[in-house]
């Protein structure tokens, strides 16, 4: 997280931007207050029926300080995220496991490690979508570590200061994923719940690797850097990676030139300190991985 002075100056940075009118680069921070457990008729939205707004564009919901000091409680319902984007992850109400949007359609990974689709009127405290549409592609073959993805998909992608979206679909010779127990009320922080999460490890499976890379200047918004989620091929198992070892796959990717955050407005968001600095927890819960060496 930044302190106190580097938030003043990204803040400013941020208002200039808006000031400014740059087409295409101005985050769009949004108190719209969206209206919890509100119904769809479906689960998977016809892109049709969405409001696509920008192209290119990135939702979020809420801010990631937020869930890291127990923020839980569901904001907006997945019917109404997924009019903003087929293609993103986060988490459900309550902490509820791992969230994965892929293809219009949300699964949710439970703590138990079942993958489920979740309904329309289910609701999410924290998650990132966009209609995703790749603005370039490449094979890649035998990468034995996310850190490895990470640093072939920096020198081919670029993009330092945008939010990327990013596919990969493959075969995967070993995985492991993590996910969470649905909490209750008083909320622990999302450091100390990361302490009793599930983990599982597969091997030789086909699936898809759900990616959002975002940049630095994010801390205490967003997960600075890449956050993988990934669900099979069959839909029977996922998580947030944690290790990965791609035997081959095909990524596709696109840039995302426009930022928008939802907000919540209620008095309990806003007696929190997000200006906490809590770079340490958050790598240790978002940014933990275990083919790294030393862990």
């Not at 937020?66 to 839980?72: F, H, K, S, V």
């Not at 992608?157 to 969470?180: E, K, P, Y």
């Not at 919540?264 to 906490?276: I, R, T, V």
């Amino acid at each position: 997280m930044i302190g106190h002075g580097t938030s003043l100056l990204l803040h400013g940075f941020l208002g200039l931007l808006l000031l400014l009118g740059i087409p295409g680069c101005s985050p769009s921070l949004v108190d719209e207050s969206p209206t919890e457990g509100s119904e769809a008729d479906e689960t998977r939205v016809d892109v049709n029926e969405t409001d696509r707004g920008v192209e290119d564009k990135l939702t979020q919901i809420s801010v990631i300080n937020a869930l890291m000091l127990g923020q839980y409680d569901g904001l907006l319902s997945i019917g109404d995220l997924l009019r903003y984007g087929g293609f993103g992850l986060g988490t459900l109400d309550h902490l509820d496991g791992e969230l994965i949007v892929l293809e219009g359609r949300a699964y949710q990974v439970t703590g138990n490690g079942d993958v489920v689709e979740v309904s329309p009127d289910r609701t999410t405290p924290f998650a990132v979508v966009t209609h995703f549409q790749p603005d370039g592609d490449f094979d890649i073959v035998n990468l034995t570590s996310l850190t490895e993805l990470d640093h072939l998909l920096d020198e081919r992608i670029g993009h330092r200061n945008n939010f990327i979206a990013i596919r990969v679909d493959g075969h995967v010779a070993s995985l492991t994923v993590r996910s969470v127990q649905r909490q209750e009320p008083p909320y622990r922080p999302l450091a100390a719940v990361a302490k009793s999460q599930g983990e599982w490890t597969h091997h030789d499976l086909r699936g898809t690797l759900v990616g959002i890379r975002c940049p630095p200047w994010v801390e205490g918004l967003n997960v600075p850097g890449y956050h993988w989620h990934f669900i099979s091929e069959d839909r029977k198992v996922g998580g947030h990676v944690l290790a990965c070892h791609l035997r081959e796959a095909h990524v596709q990717y696109d840039p995302c030139t426009s930022w928008q955050v939802q907000l919540p407005g209620g008095e309990q968001f806003n007696s929190l300190d997000l200006g906490e600095d809590l770079r340490k927890e958050l790598k240790a819960v978002e940014r933990s991985r275990s083919d790294e060496p030393g862990q």
